[in-house]
T-cell receptor, first 112, second 118 residues
Framework: LAKTTQPISMDSYEGQEVNITCSHNNIATNDYITWYQQFPSQGPRFIIQGYKTKVTNEVASLFIPADRKSSTLSLPRVSLSDTAVYYCLVGEENTGFQKLVFGTGTRLLVSP | GAVVSQHPSWVICKSGTSVKIECRSLDFQATTMFWYRQFPKQSLMLMATSNEGSKATYEQGVEKDKFLINHASLTLSTLTVTSAHPEDSSFYIC??????????????FGAGTRLSVL
């Protein structure tokens, strides 16, 4: 079973900020939180990864509270091309790698 | 980010034939690679974990004799679908794991292979 829970779908408009929250109540001490974006018939694309507090890169920000039981992906000023499925994943720690179990993801629809 | 190349992107084959899919990490070495399959409108399902130089670890319910995985080098893993049947038609995606400077692991995914078995 996936270790995360996130909304099935979200709607937004161009230029708005979109925040997608993910719950991971059973996150383990060694687990990182990673977000991916997937377009139809393509492999997932890495967006951002964090362990605690806030992480920001050129495309998104990731907010992680102190208890790490949830995280929020923030997409500033979305465009139509941001319409995609967004997956929140918590790595399942193994020796030397982390196995990912994909949940249903959040289907984001950006309208004009 | 790191680049993972997957080939072919699309293949059509006759029932009973075997199909090989290649997954390459182009700019980093990957001790561990993963193979997923995805049906329309569904999420990715992990099939197996591939470790360089050792046997792959298959998820429950995945037939290891049907989905042969070879990870002969730190940059190449292959998935062979043996004696393919129409029910094997799906979208197959590979990923390669890279360790970050902060100790995390990031999986970078290939573009996927659409397999259609007639």
């Amino acid at each position: 079973l996936a270790k995360t829970t996130q909304p099935i779908s979200m709607d937004s408009y161009e230029g708005q900020e979109v925040n997608i929250t993910c719950s991971h109540n059973n996150i383990a001490t060694n687990d990182y939180i990673t977000w991916y974006q997937q377009f139809p018939s393509q492999g997932p694309r890495f967006i951002i990864q964090g362990y605690k507090t806030k992480v920001t890169n050129e495309v998104a920000s990731l907010f992680i509270p102190a208890d790490r039981k949830s995280s929020t992906l923030s997409l500033p000023r979305v465009s139509l091309s941001d319409t995609a499925v967004y997956y929140c994943l918590v790595g399942e720690e193994n020796t030397g790698f982390q196995k990912l179990v994909f949940g249903t993801g959040t289907r984001l629809l950006v309208s004009p | 980010g790191a680049v993972v190349s997957q080939h072919p992107s699309w293949v059509i084959c006759k029932s009973g034939t075997s199909v090989k899919i290649e997954c390459r990490s182009l700019d980093f070495q990957a001790t561990t690679m993963f193979w997923y399959r995805q049906f329309p409108k569904q999420s990715l399902m992990l099939m197996a974990t591939s470790n360089e130089g050792s046997k792959a670890t298959y998820e429950q319910g995945v037939e290891k004799d049907k989905f042969l995985i070879n990870h002969a080098s730190l940059t190449l893993s292959t998935l062979t679908v043996t004696s393919a049947h129409p029910e094997d038609s799906s979208f197959y995606i590979c990923s390669a794991s890279e360790i970050t400077s902060s100790g995390g692991h990031i999986q970078y995914f290939g573009a996927g292979t659409r397999l259609s078995v007639l």
